[in-house]
């Protein structure tokens, strides 16, 4: 089995790494099947961590705990045009006072950066940037990536490989191509794409996207674990980590400018994106006198291309009515591939928008595409002689009812709170990844159930049953039950993705997340007034007034009523859910009257420390607090040996954690 191991890794690292197979997948995959085949049939012998079968993705999860940088993961300053870049090396150069220096110069990868740990030589983990300080733990997403070694042999025992995930434009499209035949929605770019399948809590998902992990830092103890930037990719290459064979060093702003300019016209010719070129001092000595400001290191720059962008024509304007029953102008163009992508819609944003292009059907345009945004028009290059301005609909060009526009807005938007285009887009925000996470209900399901009329509000999706949608286009009783399923599961999604799903205007995931933790159930959210709404981290007026508007409306509270009966999550599982704080991961039990706090009181505290309060005491009780004449509660702690604490331990424990 040792033997199968050491050949399957060897084979994994010719394929993935450098590219250069010797054998077929074909016997590729003869040699797995083997290997786990002798796995089953010796249960008797420990499968070590680092076995290559291990990649094939583990048992799916309920949530990734959060975790701290060794050291934060900090972003880079841009510069957006070669005079930016020029500003960045007289900077570097006054710095250093004349000093002679080099850069290394790497491609910037359009992915998403990932901090990997080992420890004795094994992967131990690997956490995402998250907010740069505190990340996620996706250990087990992160060892189905082909490309990152699970074991490295050698001298370094304990360090940290940085270094960014992605997904090549080839994986994107076929993994959108699937999403497409399977219903589902699809995603905008690669990078997002690559972002949500090492997010996903099924492993095996992961483990099927065929994502790649590029090295760009060695670091021991959060320091550079080698002298230049140069060496250390080199040491990453030999201890078989993929590492971008497209770097250089640059010998002064003339190279770098070159390096640049070269890789601007060249980035299309790569199977992944690229959004730039990372410029970083070679020598750490040198970086480290150079230091870093509060954001960014003073050693380092991003040169980010300009946005791409090519012409087509203008087939036809459409208007689509949104979520909120905004009338937003879209350009169907004659697909185009920008980047490397193709596009076929544009949006025009508002009339305004098209009068300042002066835009109209049949013209030749410009249209861009950066980061992940929608592609837009930026320019029209030839109008025909004869045109048809556009006009915006006095009409809602789905539902036929008035179209206001509000008094200071640009927007229009459609009056009917029930408008089937408002509905579809509410259905499908509804269900989307970072919300309720319905799988299998993509626009082409959705417009079916809406048309049908078997849907007339979003709580409707609660009543379905499979035999119903088993007869609708592209369904099958398969994924019919599947997407029931999907739908039974989401009652159980956190109370912070019910209130993102409600698409309460300016409440999004994160306002949700606030609200959640700070008020703790949907009946405290409805019945907050302005000023304990605002009390709320990050909430304005705006925001408030919004909310407010929002619980007023008596078809959103009847939709709010209808999604309790369904029985969605209404009360917040605890603030401290996010696995940080000092009581993470225990679950406490109150009994007793406390000497100084309440129980809610003291409820709150623990949530905010991280831990989860519950009624009663069992096996899986952490720590009862007890206070005056607590009961049964204690006596049943005491029989099953669960720890006691009174309320000053318990203020102890949350001060300690503070002061860390
Ligand atoms: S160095 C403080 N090197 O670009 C050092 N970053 O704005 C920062 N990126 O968050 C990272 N390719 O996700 C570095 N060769 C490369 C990179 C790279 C892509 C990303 C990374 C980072 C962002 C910096």
Known sequence: MERLRAELRRHEHLYYVLDAPEIS???YDGLMRRLQELERLHPGLPVPPDSPTRRVGGAPREGFVKVRHSAPMLSLDNALNEGELADFDRRVRELLGGEEFIYTAELKLDGLSMAVHYEDGLLARAITRGDGEVGEDVTENARTIRTLPLRVPGGRRRFEVRGEVMMTRRAFEKLNAECEAQGLKTYANPRNSAAGSLRVLDPSITAARQMEFFAYFLLEDGQPAADSQWKALKELRGMGFKVNPNVDHCAGIDELTRYCREWGER????????????????????????????????????????????????????????????????????????????????????????????????????????????????????????????????????????????????????????????????????????????????????????DGGMVKSVADLYGLGWERLADLERMG????????????????????????????????????????????????????????????????????????????????????????????????????????????????????????????????????????????????????????????????????????????????????????
């Open 267 to 450: 980035r299309d010719s790569l199977p992944y994106e690229i959004d730039g070129v990372v410029a970083k001092v070679d020598q750490v000595e040198q970086q480290r006198r150079l230091g870093w400001t509060s954001k960014a290191p003073r050693w380092a720059i991003a040169y980010k291309f300009a946005a791409q962008q090519s012409e087509t024509v203008v087939e036809r304007i459409d208007v689509q009515v949104g979520r909120t029953g905004v009338l937003t102008p879209v350009a169907r163009l004659r697909p185009v591939v920008v980047g490397g992508v193709t596009v076929s819609n544009a949006t025009l944003h508002n009339e305004e928008e098209i009068a300042r292009l002066d835009v109209a059907e049949g013209d030749e345009v410009v249209v861009e595409r950066s980061g992940d945004v929608i592609p837009k028009v930026v320019e029209v290059k030839t109008r025909p002689r004869t045109r048809r301005l556009f006009e915006m609909p006095k009409d809602c060009p789905v539902c036929g009812s008035e179209v206001v526009r509000a008094e200071g807005e640009v927007a229009r938007r459609c009056v009917n709170s029930s408008c089937p285009a408002r509905l579809k887009e509410s259905l499908l925000h509804f269900s989307a990844r970072p919300v309720m996470d319905i799988d299998g209900l993509g626009e082409k399901i959705v417009d079916q159930l809406v």
């Open 477 to 660: 009783e398969k994924s019919a039950r599947k997407l029931v399923e999907s739908i039974d599961g989401s009652r159980r999604k956190p109370l912070e993705r019910v209130i993102a799903g409600l698409g309460i205007p300016f409440v999004g995931e994160r306002t949700a997340q606030l609200l959640a933790a700070a008020l703790g159930g949907m009946d405290a959210l409805a019945q907050a007034d302005e000023a304990r709404l605002q009390a709320v981290e990050e909430v304005g007026p705006k925001v408030a007034q919004s909310i407010r508007r929002f619980f007023e409306e008596p078809h959103n509270r009847e939709l709010v009523e209808r999604l309790r009966a369904a029985g969605l999550q209404f009360i917040s599982e605890a603030p401290g859910r996010m696995g940080i704080g000092p009581l993470a991961g225990m679950t406490f039990v109150l009994t007793g009257t406390l000497p100084n706090l309440t129980r809610e009181a003291a409820k709150e505290m623990i949530e905010a420390a991280g831990g989860k309060v519950t009624g009663s005491v069992s096996k899986k009780t952490s720590v009862v607090v007890a206070g005056a004449e607590a009961g049964s509660k204690l006596d049943k702690a005491r029989d099953l040996g669960i720890e006691v604490w009174d309320e000053s331990r318990m203020l102890d424990k949350i001060g300690a954690g503070r002061n860390e």
């Open 25 to 27: 997948d074909a016997a």
